[in-house]
């Protein structure tokens, strides 16, 4: 399927319509990926994230809500909330699938034509990394049997072993 690419890197450079953020549920950026992104796209990201918070009052665990990207090479970041790892006892999986679908909802319904995507869940919050990376490729790929958008999906791997594990899934998924 060559609407999904796999790469190591560092998500704030990649050049897509949308970056997806694994932000925490206040979405006024954090550790990791999520201060990463806040602080490569600017004051514009926070000021997006403010209004949501106004409105809604943050984003629960596997929601997601979409501002502006700033100064990042891309036109908007999708914030998802992952959960927080707790020994798969508290709907864990179905959490973070509906990170997964619920962003490509919102890309879709936004026109984003390619999306790039963090390990959601794998740093802080101690998902297992080969749980996370099989949870993502099946959710995506069943996404994409349904809806034809986004056109390229881009799985951003921080480091070797989610990048290991995801291009396992990717290729036992499709093989």
């Known amino acids: 399927m060559n609407r999904i690419k796999i790469v190591k890197g560092d998500i704030t450079k990649v050049k897509v319509d949308a970056i997806v ?23 514009e990201i926070l000021e997006d994230c403010r209004a949501i918070v106004a409105r809604q009052g943050g984003c629960k665990t596997g929601e997601a809500v979409i501002t ?18 707790n020994n798969g006892k508290k709907n864990e999986e179905a959490l973070l699938a509906n990170c997964y679908f619920n962003s490509l909802t919102l890309a879709a319904n936004n026109d984003v034509k390619s999306i790039a995507f963090p390990n959601i869940s ?14 993502a490729i099946e959710t995506i790929a069943v996404f994409l049997e349904k809806i034809f958008i986004p056109d390229e999906i881009i799985l951003v791997c921080f480091d070797d072993e989610n990048l290991e594990y995801t291009n396992h899934y990717y290729n036992q998924y499709y093989s």
């Open 21 to 43: 953020n694994a932000a925490n549920s206040s979405l006024m950026g954090g550790g990791g990926v999520d201060g990463a992104i806040h602080r490569a796209g600017g004051p």
């Open 68 to 85: 502006r990207a700033g100064n990042l090479p891309a036109k908007y970041v999708i914030h998802t909330v992952g959960p927080v790892w």
């Open 122 to 135: 794998t740093g802080i919050y101690h998902f297992p990394k080969d749980l996370a990376a099989r949870i």
